[in-house]
């Protein structure tokens, strides 16, 4: 396993540093990364910016606002938080697969002496409050698997930062966004601070494979990862982007995450279309959205439209009939 030290904490550099080593480092070994963020909101791939954030918070406490690869849902980060990324291929059994990267995390909370398990479809929990959640990002025969872990976050400027949607909140059976997380530190019968817990856990996951050395990031790849920050994950047009104004908007929460549909609807015929979510996908919603438009809006024209586009590559865990019944009985 490769390991790259990264005491950036930057989350425009951070979020380009990923994309770069998945998309440009391959040595024909996995790939660990651990980082720390300045205060931060970090955006879902396809989530609409604007409604997940409170933006009079953000800008009053000058919080960044950044747009990840990955779906899922959005997330604060300060510098109490730990995140870690793994990069491997998707052969086997890692596509999808949020389980198995995040026993890495719950086996060093154990021998740390706190009880963790992952939950629901890529969380892990403690005393069935959430401590992190988990997205995954693909491109060829690579995958990228990143977490958030609360380590000793400010939770009530994460609360305060971010628009949690009332239907996630009671899908989960809780009253606040307040109350359904927690923090490593609040359990840890030995404290540390979060530079040590991230020491201690790149340790732990280096220590269980069985050859692992350092990659140090070249001259070349830092100018790169700068390039791709300055370019994409600093610019207005990745993290906010347009949001035109739809006709006809449908919204629902399933299993797999939420799906929202914004339309604009002319003589009977999708001429543009948007979705949005927290969901899980292997290939870019976009490509989808395309294949929508100029549809004839009704079930049976939008149901041979996404049984002919590999839907399942879009969604993971949420099925045609669902999107079906998202889009028309609701």
């Known amino acids: ?135 995954q990002y693909y491109f060829k025969n690579r995958m990228l698997h990143h977490g958030a872990i609360l380590f000793n976050t400010d939770l009530d400027v994460l609360k305060d930062a971010l628009n949690v949607k009332l239907d996630k909140i009671e899908s989960k059976g809780i009253k606040s966004v307040r109350s359904r997380v927690t923090n490593v530190y609040d359990h840890l019968p030995v404290k540390m601070n979060a530079k040590e817990f991230k020491e201690g856990l790149s340790q732990f996951i280096l220590n269980s494979s069985e050859e692992n050395k350092e990659y140090v990031l070249t001259d070349e790849d830092i100018a790169a990862i700068n390039k791709m920050k300055d370019e994409k994950y600093s610019t207005w047009e990745w993290n906010y982007g347009e949001s035109p104004n739809f006709d006809l908007q449908k919204s629902k929460r399933y299993a797999g995450g939420s799906i929202d549909i914004r339309l604009n609807v002319q003589n009977g015929v999708i001429k543009e279309c948007k979705i949005f979510g927290d969901f899980f996908g292997k290939k870019e919603v976009s490509g989808l959205e395309k294949l929508l438009i100029n549809t004839n809006f009704n079930e049976s024209s939008v149901r041979n439209v996404l049984a002919s586009a590999s839907f399942e590559e879009y969604f993971y865990g949420i099925t045609i009939d669902d999107f079906i019944d998202c889009m028309f009985f609701e």
């Open 1 to 135: 396993m490769l390991y790259i030290k990264n005491e950036s904490n930057n989350p425009y550099f951070n979020l380009a540093l990923e994309e770069y080593a998945l998309k440009n480092i391959d040595l024909g070994e996995d790939i660990l990364i651990l980082w720390i963020n300045e205060p931060t909101v970090v955006i879902g791939r396809n989530q609409n910016t604007i409604e997940e954030i409170n933006s009079k918070f953000i800008k009053e406490n000058n919080i960044n606002v950044v747009r990840r690869m990955s779906g899922g849902g959005a997330v604060y980060h300060d510098l109490e938080n730990v995140n870690y990324t793994f990069i491997t291929t998707t052969e086997g059994d890692s596509a999808n697969n949020f389980r198995k990267f995040t026993k890495p995390v719950i086996d060093y909370l154990a021998e740390l002496g706190i009880k963790a398990e992952f939950t629901g479809r890529n969380d892990i929990t403690i005393d069935g409050k959430k401590v992190s959640g988990t997205a």
